[in-house]
């Protein structure tokens, strides 16, 4: 079993920034992929960032320039500095670790940017 630690939500005005973490402990195998989706209100979880074990980047378009998602590996642990952000960047925000196509989520944390 995988159990995901989320940390850095909370509100901050447009242009702000905020800084995402999040550390998997358990049973992971070296060869794994790591990220944050978002869920908006009334929307779907989608895709923001995500980081393979050598270092392969991946990003919503929406975020590009803005957010840069970077991991330590000896410790599982991904990192997320959300620049510049912005209204529509608001949501839940959900670690997430995939690893032998298995897939485990974090509790999620809410990211709010106000206008």
């Known amino acids: 079993q995988v159990q995901l630690v989320e940390s850095g939500g909370g509100l901050v005005q447009t242009g702000g920034s905020l800084r995402l973490s999040c550390a998997a402990s358990g049973t992971i195998f070296n060869t794994n992929l790591m990220g944050w989706y978002r869920q908006a209100p009334g929307k779907q979880r989608d895709l923001v960032a995500t980081i393979t074990t050598d270092r392969k980047t991946n990003y919503a378009n929406s975020v590009k320039g803005r957010f840069n998602i970077s991991r330590s590996n000896d410790k599982n642990k991904v990192n997320l500095p959300m620049n510049n952000l912005k209204v529509k960047d608001t949501g839940v925000y959900y670690c997430?670790?995939?690893?032998?196509?298995?897939?485990?989520w974090g509790q999620g944390t809410q990211v709010t940017v106000s206008s």
């Open positions: 997430k670790i995939r690893s032998q196509n298995i897939s485990f």
